[in-house]
Nanobody
Framework: QVQLVESGGGLVQAGGSLRLSCATS????????MGWFRQVPGKQRELVAA?????????NYAESVKGRFTISRDNANNSAYLQMNSLKPEDTAVYYC?????????????????WGQGTQVTVSS
């Protein structure tokens, strides 16, 4: 059974930083485009960032996080990461790790092969 396990969420003050991790059982991990989505109650899940399969040469960020968030992957450890700096209250959401085999960096929430269970990020003002 495939597993994507997020960690690193929590409560942080505005301007602070958090690093989310997604440990996976995907094999081979390098075949999968990895993404981070977020969702708040009453709204659709939205793409935050995605990094392409293989070496991760293609990266895509939502406009709202460009310059603040950095996505990365470690194929040797079958993991993906999201470094979040200069956090704002509007970044508060449940963050989900997602995987799509041979997917585009412009990931669609409708075309995901596997989801993690989500981790809560709360940014206080």
């Amino acid at each position: 059974q495939v597993q994507l396990v997020e960690s690193g969420g929590g409560l942080v003050q505005a301007g602070g930083s958090l690093r989310l991790s997604c440990a996976t059982s995907l094999r081979p991990f390098s075949f999968y485009t990895m993404g981070w989505f977020r969702q708040v109650p009453g709204k659709q899940r939205e793409l935050v960032a995605a990094i392409s399969f293989g070496g991760g040469n293609r990266i895509n960020y939502a406009e709202s996080v460009k310059g603040r968030f950095t996505i990365s992957r470690d194929n040797a450890n079958n993991s993906a990461y999201l470094q979040m700096n200069s956090l704002k209250p509007e970044d508060t959401a449940v963050y989900y790790c997602a995987a799509k085999q041979w997917g585009l960096a412009a990931m669609s929430r409708l075309e995901i092969d596997y989801w993690g269970q989500g981790t809560q990020v709360t940014v206080s003002s």
